[in-house]
Structure formats: C-alpha cells, structure tokens
C-alpha cells in the first residue's frame, strides 16, 4: 500500500512542473495574441496614412513619367479587404518585439546564465535584421523593379499607323500584395545570419561544412530568389547578390563561434 502511494506521489510530482509549463506557455501565447489584436486595431485606425507610405515608390515613379499617381479597385469590397490585409501586416510587425519578448521570458527560465547572454544577442538581432531586410527592400528594390515593370507601358503615337496605347492602371489589392511580398521576402532572408549562427552555436553546422556546400547554397539562393520575386532579372539579381552576402557573413559568424568555443577551455585551465 505504501508503495502504491509513493508511485502516485511521484507520478504528481512529475506531472506538476509539465502542467507549470504548460500554463505558462498558455499565459505568453495569450498575451502574444493580445499584442497582435492591439496591433491590429491601432493599423485599422490608419489604415489610409499605412497604404499612402506604402503607395509612395509607385506613386513618385508615375510622376516622373507624368502619369496621375491613382490606383483602383475593381471589386466593392476590395477596399476594405486591402485595410484589413494592411492591419493584419502593421498588426504583426507592431507585435513581433512583444511576441519576441514573450517567447524570451518562456525561454529564459530553462537556460543557464551563459545560454541567456549566448540567445539575448540574437534576439534583438533579428527584429533588427528584419526591419533592416524591409527597409532595403522599401527604399531600393522596389523603386527598381517597379520602374522596371513600368518600363513596359507603351504611348499612343499618331505618326505610326495602329499604335496601341499601354496604360499602367494598377488595383490597390495587386500593388499592396506585391509589395508585402517584397517586403516580408527581404525582411526574412535577413535572418539567415540569425538562423545559421545559432545553428553552428548548437553544433547543427560548421564553417568548414558551410563551405564546402557553398555552390549548392549559390543553386538554392538563385531558387529562392526565383520563386519570391517577380519575374524579372533586376529584382532577382538584387536578391541573390544580398543573400549570398549574407551567407558569407554567416559562414564568418560560425567561425567566430568555432573560435570562442576553442578558447573557452584554455582559459577555464589558465584559470584553475
């Protein structure tokens, strides 16, 4: 009977710490969610002053060629539809540092002090990155491609027998879409530093292996700049040449880590 009674006390006490963590995984997920539903609501309050900063690369190349900067919608609900598309997008990106934070003080408790100040690092690096990722994109790529895209429109010339006109009149689901494609595209492939440094911390990968894969990385990379980007080579072009470069700087990154890593026990015998 008695041990009967110590199976049961320790089978509690064993399932005690799984439902601990479960209702704290349970309480940061709730407050994540939180976080992106206030995000929504404040991006669906300006969801006209979002669209026009976003409109603004397509809005400049239209009046250099002396176009009107308009776009139109063609379906009844497709304005709405594009501000709740903008406040999901603004909601996120307003959440991910409370969503980052959240998942950090879940993490936290379970690492020892050198594995919190190994993490903390690249966790306010990746945020950093990806708005970085974003930026680039906002302010580079897409004056580019676009003026690339546009470059194709065609004047109605009455010295030239049947000329047909080509018009750019773009929908504002069409614009917005592609250019959160753009957006979120760059602002993710800025994190393969993030993702390839902590994979050579944990041991996953090596400088040396990183290298030797280097031509299969240049195939996936030119796959992945394909299938993300429009079809068009400048965009392409751009995509490669900035995750590539990334690469590389992974590949230093992990031989850093690989450094550090070998110092760390000669000092721990220089010390003892």
């Not at 063609?74 to 304005?79: I, K, P, R």
């Not at 944990?202 to 030119?222: D, E, P, Q, T």
Request: glycine share 6%.
């Amino acid at each position: 009977m008695t041990e009967n009674q110590d199976e049961k006390s320790f089978e509690i006490s064993a399932s005690a710490p799984l439902i601990e963590h479960l209702a704290e995984l349970r309480s940061r997920l709730i407050k994540s969610v939180t976080f992106f539903i206030i995000g929504i609501i404040i991006c669906f309050s300006v969801a006209s002053y979002i669209f026009n900063f976003l409109a603004k690369p397509i809005v400049e190349i239209l009046k250099v060629n002396g176009q009107e900067p308009d776009l139109i919608f063609t379906g009844l609900q497709q304005g709405f539809m594009v501000n709740i598309q903008i406040s999901l997008f603004g909601g996120f990106i307003l959440a991910f540092p409370f969503i980052g934070f959240q998942l950090w003080k879940f993490v936290a408790p379970g690492l020892y002090k050198a594995e919190k100040g190994a993490f903390l690092p690249f966790l306010i690096a990746s945020p950093v990155l990806f708005f970085t990722g974003a930026s680039f994109a906002f302010y580079v790529v897409m004056p580019l491609a676009f003026d690339f895209f546009l470059g194709f429109q065609q004047k109605n010339d009455d010295s030239v027998l049947e000329t047909v006109g080509i018009t750019y009149l773009g929908t504002i689901n069409e614009y917005l879409g592609l250019s959160m494609k753009f957006i979120i595209a760059f602002g993710l492939c800025f994190q393969l530093p993030v993702l390839l440094t902590l994979m050579g911390k944990a041991g996953l990968v090596s400088s040396m292996a990183l290298s030797k894969v280097r031509k299969y990385a240049v195939v996936c990379i030119l796959l992945v700049a394909a299938i993300v980007t429009p079809p068009d080579v400048v965009t392409q072009i751009i995509l490669f040449s900035v995750v590539y470069l990334l690469y590389e700087i992974s590949i230093f990154m992990v031989k850093l880590v690989e450094r550090k890593r070998e110092k760390e026990p000669e000092e721990s015998a220089n010390e003892s």
